[in-house]
């Protein structure tokens, strides 16, 4: 069972090209998100899909946008990258309801030069 | 929601019990205390959550007071792979989606 599955792990971008972090998960949930850490801080939500075929912004979405592709996939596009967007990025999942956890990707670390 | 504050490191020797303090005092009745944690180059791991009783599971305890402004993580017998950024998040019950981390505690057990 993978849980949740990043890819690439690792990217280098120069500015301004643009660039599509994937994201994946096994476990059927309905809800998905994106985070991004910068060093020495605490992980902040950029976007989140409650459920397919919804998207909303979270506390830092400026720069970003996001695509609900199916249940399974969220990914996260960087239109034309900025220096100040070089983080590690981080892709979690799961169940709307309740209280259920949030399962986390390993991360994609992503410098832009 | 409430905002936590912990202490930004600790250490603990390995096989001893590991007692991570966590502040919330402007807590609201219907917000649960969370506890995740990172080890280093991985994403979050959820620990356990808890509302105003004591929680234990197959990781850890979790002490809230009574008054619940405070909550206390217990690893009860660290080991050297429990070295870890620990983060104390408050979560509302009626906010399914928005988990707000801070800085966290840094435990660093050593041999």
């Known amino acids: 069972n993978a849980g949740v599955t990043q890819t690439p792990k690792f990217q280098v971008l120069k500015t301004g090209q643009s660039m599509t972090l994937q994201c994946a998960q096994d476990m059927n949930h309905n809800s998905m998100y994106w985070y991004r850490q910068d060093p020495g801080m605490g992980l902040r939500l950029i976007y989140y899909s409650a459920s397919e075929g919804t998207t909303d912004k979270g506390e830092v979405p400026n720069g970003y946008n996001v695509s609900r592709l199916n249940k399974r996939e969220f990914s996260l596009r960087l239109e034309s990258a900025a220096p100040s967007q070089t983080s590690v990025y981080f892709c979690?999942?799961?169940?709307?309801?309740?209280?259920?956890?949030?399962?986390f990707g390993d991360g994609t670390r992503l410098s832009i030069l | 929601d409430a905002k936590t504050t912990q202490p930004p490191s600790m250490d603990c020797a390995e096989g001893r019990a590991a007692n991570l303090p966590c502040n919330h005092s402007?807590?609201?009745?219907?917000?649960?205390v969370y506890w995740y944690r990172q080890i280093h180059s991985q994403g979050p791991q959820y620990i356990i959550h808890g509302l105003k009783n004591n929680e234990t599971n197959e990781m850890a305890s979790l002490i809230i007071t009574e008054d619940r402004k405070s909550s206390t993580l217990i690893l009860p017998h660290a080991t050297l792979r429990d070295t870890a950024v620990y983060y104390c998040?408050?979560?509302?019950?009626?906010?399914?989606?928005?988990?707000?981390f801070g800085t966290g505690t840094r435990l660093q057990v050593f041999p």
């Open positions: 402007t807590i609201s009745g219907n917000e649960y």
């Open positions: 979690a999942s799961s169940e709307p309801w309740g209280l259920q956890p949030q399962h």
């Open positions: 998040i408050v979560r509302p019950s009626n906010n399914t989606d928005k988990l707000i």
